[in-house]
């Protein structure tokens, strides 16, 4: 099988028109399962209570941030020395998909912050860190926006993409430095209560129902950037020749 | 030889270029200074307070004026035209942005180091915090250009970038300003600072190594 | 030896040319002609190494010019558009950096024998600020009577300059093939030089 032959666009945009609908389909049930662990089998938290089910969203979409940011840098280095014009969409067609479940880890975390500690933002080393990283997903989409060129657009987001996926550890370090330094071991996320089976694998489940999520989404998003290309690329043509 | 002839004659270059644009450098060194006047303003002026402020207040003032001077380094030269035959010459394009970054930070990064100590006694700061905040500056300070370049470099004659450039950058540079703030509430508190410190001195080395080169492939994709 | 192989040229989504192919030999120049929009400066861009191309190759003595880019940039002179002059540095300064940042040799003499030639030599202490655009055009030219390379790729040379400046490059370009250098350039009108130095090529669908 000549695996070259989907790495143009134009042969792609019919395998993830097919492939998509079957991941999020997977998805879906997966979700469905999921949340059905996390509401009815998973058992009350002795200290936290009730409100402690939100971390079956809460930790996988962290998760979810922090791999997509990676995989996004994955694609930008795959792009950068190949030059190939697909893994550069894939890259772009991630994007969003790791903003949101980065902006989910953050809304769940202040959610869960509330009943917890009181307080709807702790400056908690990892909701620091999650911060930060949309901060960087933002940058990213703001500087694909700004470049009207789709070509230096693709490249500059991914050189972009690898000098802060780079920084991501360096961050997420010094924020817990810093934590330290001004709270002590005070305020943890990590202080979940021990895990029983049922609720590791009702995260497990949640975070598969995810990754296909973003995989059939990624899918879709990345027709879209192939058709939007693909149409400037014949509108021009069209105007040149009408000329 | 040729090489170090090279070398010498952009950092010439690009140092006189400042000196004959002064008013760029002093506006750049009095934001920072009205910066960090403005925060006892805002929060008041107690002692314990100031001495649990200064450190952050200054380095986040730093922080800023050095991004407010990145735009200088690559989009004057690139409206001339002389950033093309930057290109052109026959030396590794990593070796040149390297020389532009120490130019850059001779008159962006270090007119803030010396300027600091003045600042630390506003915040009432002892001899030793303010020698602490005087290293992790020198230490600190030309990252901020190291990381800032790739940023400029990046978003190189676009409309409205200056914005961008900040989205861009300055996430980047917290993990500068938590260790280069950190080193100095430390000294105040009376803990060491070697290990913020010699943390910094640690990014510096990779950054030194890793960021003109990376600003350099930045910077060719920006003028296709 | 300068050769194009099979060049493909995109701006934006716009094709400019496809397997596009030239050669350049010793004492020859190449007029590139051609309407606005062409892809005249995107093609003199690629050749000087500053631009790369989707496809096609650009040679140097048959190597490709992205393999042993230091080694072709030191053989080359690229003069564009834009003047590359630096407003606040006085015209000799301008004149001194961009020779030093090529590592040529500096001899204060032959630069002021220079701009004697381009006719700046009185206002060699004045700022570039207050060139008008075709000194400029003349300063950035002045290069060319002192760095002896090979290549040139000069993108309107003739832009702004008046008839007495004219003939003054026209001559210097004779020079320069007649001593087996090679010229590519784009300009408005056809350069009055030798007929049997000059080869046209247009560009255009």
């Not at chain 1, 307080?119 to 703001?142: K, N, P």
């Not at chain 2, 001495?51 to 050095?66: D, M, N, R, T």
Request: charged residues 15%; aromatic residues 8%; hydrophobic residues 55%.
């Amino acid at each position: 099988m000549n695996w070259y032959k989907f790495s143009s666009p134009k042969t792609f945009y019919p395998v993830a028109g097919s492939l998509a609908p079957y991941f999020l389909g997977v998805a879906g049930a997966l979700l469905i399962l999921g949340l059905y662990i996390a509401f009815f089998l998973a058992p009350t938290d002795f200290q936290q209570g009730e409100a402690y089910r939100i971390i079956f969203v809460h930790v996988p979409a962290a998760w979810m941030s922090m791999f997509v940011y990676l995989i996004m840098a994955g694609w930008s280095v795959v792009g950068l020395s190949l030059n190939s014009k697909l893994s550069y969409m894939m890259a772009q067609a991630l994007a969003p998909t790791g903003a949101i479940f980065t902006f989910l880890a953050l809304v769940t975390g202040s959610l869960w912050g509330k009943p917890m500690w009181g307080a709807w933002w702790v400056w908690d080393a990892r909701l620091t860190s999650e911060l930060i990283l949309l901060f960087l997903y933002v940058g990213y989409m703001a500087l694909h926006s700004a470049l009207d060129d789709v070509r230096r657009a693709d490249r500059a987001t991914a050189v972009f993409a690898l000098v802060s996926a780079v920084n991501v550890p360096i961050i997420y370090f010094s924020v817990k430095w810093w934590n330290t330094l001004h709270q002590g071991a005070s305020v943890s996320l990590t202080q979940a209560p021990a895990m029983a089976k049922i609720m590791l694998m009702g995260m497990l489940i949640m975070s598969i129902s995810f990754w296909m999520y973003t995989i059939g989404v990624a899918l879709l998003r990345l027709q879209c950037i192939i058709a939007e290309r693909e149409r400037e690329i014949i509108w021009m043509n069209e105007a040149q020749r009408s000329e | 030889m040729k090489i170090a002839g090279i070398l010498q004659a952009l950092l010439w270059r690009d140092i006189k270029l400042a000196m004959r644009r002064q008013s760029d450098v002093v506006a750049t060194l009095f934001f920072f200074v009205v910066a960090v006047s403005l925060f006892p303003l805002g929060i008041g002026s107690a002692p314990s307070l100031m001495h649990a402020i200064g450190p952050g207040v200054i380095w986040v003032a730093a922080l800023l004026s050095s991004m407010l001077s990145l735009n200088r380094l690559f989009s004057s030269d690139y409206a001339d035209g002389t950033l093309e035959q930057l290109l052109l010459v026959p030396m590794p394009l990593t070796l040149i942005l390297a020389i532009k970054i120490f130019a850059h930070w001779i008159v962006a990064g270090l007119p803030l180091v010396i300027l600091a100590p003045i600042l630390g006694l506003q915040f009432d700061m002892g001899a030793k915090d303010i020698g602490i905040l005087v290293l992790s500056l020198i230490l600190g300070t030309p990252l901020l250009s190291l990381i800032g370049a790739i940023g400029a470099a990046l978003i190189l004659g676009m409309r409205g970038g200056g914005v961008l450039l900040a989205i861009l950058v300055l996430p980047l540079y917290i993990p500068v300003l938590i260790f280069g703030a950190g080193a100095v509430t430390a000294s105040v508190n009376g803990i060491s600072p070697e290990g913020a410190l010699s943390l910094i001195a640690a990014m510096l080395t990779l950054g030194v190594v890793f960021a003109p080169f990376a600003a350099a492939v930045a910077l060719r994709i920006s003028l296709e | 030896m300068l050769k194009v192989r099979a060049l493909e040229c995109r701006r934006g989504a716009s094709l400019l040319m496809s397997d596009f192919n030239m050669s350049l030999e010793a004492g020859q120049l190449i007029h590139l002609q051609g309407a606005n929009g062409t892809g005249k400066t995107s093609l003199l861009r690629i050749i000087s190494g500053l631009s790369t191309q989707e496809t096609g190759k650009v040679l140097w003595n048959d190597v490709d010019i992205r393999t042993a880019r230091e080694d072709y940039s030191s053989n080359l002179i690229y003069i564009g558009h834009q003047p590359a002059i630096k407003d606040d540095l006085t015209v000799l300064e301008n004149l001194t950096v961009s020779l030093k940042l090529n590592g040529v040799k500096v001899d204060i003499k032959r630069l002021e024998e220079a701009l004697e030639v381009v006719g700046l030599a009185r206002r060699k202490n004045l700022p570039a600020r207050v060139l008008s655009q075709g000194q400029r055009r003349r300063l950035s030219l002045a290069r060319l009577w002192l760095d002896q390379r090979p290549l040139w790729i000069l993108d309107e040379p003739f832009n702004a300059l008046d008839v007495q400046a004219n003939k003054l490059l026209e001559e210097r370009l004779d020079q320069h093939l007649v001593s087996s250098g090679m010229c590519i350039l784009t300009s408005h009108h056809t350069p009055n030089i030798d007929k049997k130095l000059l080869t046209e090529v247009s560009l255009g669908l």
